[in-house]
């Protein structure tokens, strides 16, 4: 009797603490030592300015990691996100269209803002009222795929088209929970486990996407399933239960198939897999604390929730469940005339595509396509608030809604900063032979956007950075676990030839495949108005006539127009080097130089893969680093629409060769960031990040230097901090 009672005592005892603990993480009032440290920044007394007053009127009170509850929420601007109380509207007006209230089962697998027409949006004004407020929902309903348009005004569901069933949308985070659970209702599943020494108790599963690879894979949602063991380590990633593939019917919730080719193969060991800090048993300090001080706050502001400005720029920013940042009505505050004008009218991560190099059974399928198969801000967690981003951050949440129409709150899942980083934003120096002693230099500091979407082992940082000079930096950072393959291999001595592994051996029985990343960008670029051209200004080696100069050979810049889609296909060639400008030819500057901007290469990685791969056939809009299409509101998705077990019939590649005209139109251009990655062992047990980035860069956008005016830091303006000891 009194061990029960001292039991329950101990019971509620636990409860209670973690109840408190839980309310202490999660209130956002309650003072904790997190909140002490960032209030320092606005009115702590060891860390002042004595700098002249800030030209942005009205700071923004930026939120710090708090969270917030969002049921108020009303758009202010068009292209708002959908509230809590407008999703939950699309919802009840959805439950009552006959077709899904005739279905027992339907799922709803994607509810956004139906964005009002480019032409409305760019005419609206602030203070004119708010255009028609529609949602735009993909719908799986006994197996096929709807694609819906909620009108919010008249509760009238207005459009409902059945899809092809080339396809499907992107899983909801309920098919992925029960995905993994799946095969465990089938005894054959536990009985191998078992005689793999595995603990049931001891699984984690992941819902890997299955790409398409013929007509047995058709007319059904299927996932594969593959298991690790949890066992001694959080990171399970690196506990492969090597050729253990499950087949599950997504919607039935079946198992199909079961594939298990790997029992001769050892389960790697734990030992070394940590990546927590509170589990290295010898953590290094090799560095002070160090931070970014701005005692008179940011100088952006956020206006009604999505409306950024800072320094020249102004620009919208939400979140998107499935391009996780979008970007819209970038313009730019010309130094000269003050006026504000376009640059881009749009800007998201339409499509990743992660093919991996191991055509074996338990390999050949892992092609993925993050974006449109499991979600970039469905993958979207929660920032670091130090860690992820620096004190200095604001940070923004996303609302999406849950399979059955509920909204839920993805917080903190964008963070916005201003960033210095040492760098120099221009600078000139005179040698002393002139006398002169000039010395001019100003800092580079840079607006940057962040989101971190966590796909299952992989973590992308995709930054927007935005810098007063006119440039715009897309940057990747990749990160987080390899997706590993177990081996009996433990020493490379063992190892018959570099041919049987296809990637390399990372530690003993792991090894990191071999595996690309593409990351194509949606730009809709608007310079000076939506009518633009794309130019390809080709260098070229020109040969001098004989005896025409000591020189035998110069290069030659040659501007060349893109009439159609075909025009502009582009592959990078190092031997046939250009530059790639969107212009504006009905705008001129001074000296007649058509005003544009330029995209600056980089992360060039390009596939290899044979084109009639069926991988490749789904992810053929990365068969060129460039593109540019008209401007048409249902291509926004380079994949397709529907990307999961898409055949690759609705992409980027197949609009482009429609070949329809691109010459002074509203086009959009589409760049692909490209990563080969062969695994490395420091890679394991989590990898450093590696970053590729590429820029729009003005390019005769300005009359001259647009940031010839700005001022050279000053020891008297900057904050004077000491440490809090000395204060
Ligand atoms: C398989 O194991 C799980 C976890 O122990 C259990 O819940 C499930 O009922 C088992 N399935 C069968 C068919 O025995
Ligand atoms: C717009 O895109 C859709 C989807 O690709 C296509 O069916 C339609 O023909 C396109 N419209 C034009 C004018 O190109
Ligand atoms: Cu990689």
């Given at each position: 009797m009194e061990g029960r009672n001292l039991l329950r005592f101990l019971f509620f005892l636990v409860t209670g603490l973690f109840l408190l603990l839980f309310t202490w993480a999660n209130f956002p009032y309650l003072p904790s030592h997190k909140a002490e440290l960032l209030d320092c920044t606005s009115f702590s007394p060891w860390c002042t300015s004595k700098s002249k007053p800030h030209l942005t009127t009205n700071p923004s009170n930026p939120t710090r990691g708090h969270r917030r509850h969002h049921s108020s929420d009303v758009p202010h601007h068009p292209l708002d996100p959908l509230t809590v109380q407008e999703i939950d509207r699309v919802r009840t007006i959805l439950s009552s269209h006959a077709p899904l209230k005739a279905s027992k089962?339907?799922?709803?697998?994607?509810?956004?803002?139906?964005?009002?027409?480019?032409?409305?949006?760019?005419?609206?004004?602030?203070?004119?009222?708010?255009?028609?407020?529609?949602?735009?929902?993909?719908?799986?309903?006994?197996?096929?795929?709807?694609?819906?348009?909620?009108?919010?005004?008249?509760?009238?569901?207005?459009?409902?088209?059945?899809?092809?069933?080339?396809?499907?949308?992107?899983?909801?985070?309920?098919?992925?929970?029960?995905?993994?659970?799946?095969?465990?209702?089938?005894?054959?599943?536990?009985?191998?486990?078992?005689?793999?020494?595995?603990?049931?108790?001891?699984?984690?599963?992941?819902?890997?996407?299955?790409?398409?690879?013929?007509?047995?894979?058709?007319?059904?949602?299927?996932?594969?399933?593959?298991?690790?063991?949890?066992?001694?380590?959080?990171?399970?990633?690196?506990?492969?239960?090597?050729?253990?593939?499950?087949?599950?019917?997504?919607?039935?919730?079946?198992?199909?198939?079961?594939?298990?080719?790997?029992?001769?193969?050892?389960?790697?060991?734990?030992?070394?897999?940590?990546?927590?800090?509170?589990?290295?048993?010898?953590?290094?300090?090799?560095?002070?604390?160090?931070?970014?001080?701005?005692?008179?706050?940011?100088?952006?502001?956020?206006?009604?929730?999505?409306?950024?400005?800072?320094?020249?720029?102004?620009?919208?920013?939400?979140?998107?469940?499935?391009?996780?940042?979008?970007?819209?009505?970038?313009?730019?505050?010309?130094?000269?005339?003050?006026?504000?004008?376009?640059?881009?009218?749009?800007?998201?991560?339409?499509?990743?595509?992660?093919?991996?190099?191991?055509?074996?059974?338990?390999?050949?399928?892992?092609?993925?396509?993050?974006?449109?198969?499991?979600?970039?801000?469905?993958?979207?967690?929660?920032?670091?608030?130090?860690?992820?981003?620096?004190?200095?951050?604001y940070y923004m949440d996303g609302v999406f809604a849950a399979a059955d129409g509920t909204p839920f709150v993805q917080s903190n899942m964008i963070c916005i900063f201003e960033s210095y980083a040492g760098d120099i934003g221009w600078r000139h120096a005179e040698s002393p032979i002139t006398g002169m002693g000039i010395r001019e230099a100003r800092p580079k500091v840079t607006l940057v956007v962040r989101m971190a979407a966590s796909v299952a082992n992989y973590d992308y940082i995709v930054d927007w950075v935005f810098q007063t000079d006119g440039l715009i930096r897309i940057k990747v950072g990749l990160s987080g676990i390899l997706m590993v393959k177990g081996t009996p291999y433990v020493n490379m001595n063992q190892v018959p030839g570099q041919e049987y592994l296809y990637g390399t051996l990372l530690s003993e029985n792991v090894i990191g495949v071999i595996h690309d990343h593409y990351l194509t960008f949606y730009l809709d670029m608007d310079v000076d108005g939506p009518d633009n051209s794309f130019v390809k200004v080709n260098l070229e080696k020109q040969m001098t006539a004989n005896g025409e100069s000591p020189r035998t050979s110069f290069l030659k810049a040659t501007r060349k127009v893109a009439k159609t889609e075909k025009d502009a296909q582009i592959k990078f060639k190092l031997y046939e080097p250009a530059e790639f400008h969107v212009i504006n030819p009905s705008k001129k500057t001074r000296v007649g130089n058509p005003v544009g901007y330029k995209v600056v290469a980089g992360g060039t990685a390009a596939s290899l893969l044979d084109q009639g791969d069926p991988p490749q056939k789904r992810g053929a809009f990365t068969n060129n680093q460039i593109w540019v299409t008209p401007y048409n509101r249902s291509e926004q998705w380079a994949g397709g629409l529907l990307v999961s077990q898409s055949q690759g019939d609705d992409n980027l590649a197949v609009w482009s060769d429609r070949n329809r005209p691109i010459e002074n139109k509203d086009i959009v251009l589409w760049y692909t960031l490209g990563f080969h990655h062969i695994p490395c062992q420091e890679d394991f047990p989590v990898m450093p990040t590696v970053s590729s980035s590429f820029d729009l860069k003005p390019v005769n956008f300005f009359e001259s230097n647009p940031i010839l005016r700005m001022p050279p830091n000053v020891e008297n303006d900057l904050p004077i901090c000491k440490p809090a000891a000395s204060a």
């Open positions: 089962r339907y799922t709803l697998h994607a509810v956004d803002l139906e964005e009002p027409a480019k032409p409305l949006v760019l005419r609206w004004k602030k203070g004119n009222p708010m255009l028609p407020r529609r949602a735009s929902v993909i719908a799986v309903v006994e197996g096929e795929s709807h694609l819906l348009t909620v009108d919010l005004a008249t509760s009238q569901v207005t459009r409902d088209d059945v899809l092809p069933p080339s396809g499907y949308p992107t899983m909801t985070v309920e098919d992925m929970t029960t995905a993994t659970k799946a095969p465990l209702v089938d005894g054959n599943f536990n009985r191998t486990i078992i005689e793999r020494g595995i603990d049931l108790a001891d699984l984690a599963c992941l819902p890997l996407s299955t790409g398409w690879f013929g007509k047995s894979e058709e007319k059904r949602r299927l996932i594969k399933v593959q298991c690790y063991s949890m066992k001694d380590t959080v990171n399970f990633y690196m506990r492969p239960i090597e050729g253990l593939t499950v087949l599950v019917d997504l919607d039935s919730k079946q198992v199909v198939e079961i594939s298990d080719r790997g029992q001769n193969i050892p389960i790697p060991n734990a030992a070394n897999t940590e990546y927590r800090y509170s589990a290295q048993s010898k953590p290094m300090n090799l560095l002070n604390p160090i931070s970014i001080e701005q005692p008179k706050g940011p100088s952006f502001t956020v206006e009604n929730d999505h409306l950024i400005k800072w320094a020249n720029w102004e620009f919208h920013l939400k979140a998107g469940s499935r391009a996780g940042v979008i970007i819209s009505r970038v313009m730019f505050r010309d130094p000269d005339t003050g006026l504000l004008r376009n640059v881009m009218y749009k800007g998201l991560t339409s499509e990743f595509f992660v093919p991996y190099m191991d055509p074996t059974d338990a390999w050949y399928f892992k092609t993925y396509m993050d974006a449109g198969e499991y979600g970039l801000g469905l993958q979207a967690m929660p920032l670091d608030p130090l860690n992820d981003c620096p004190r200095n951050a």
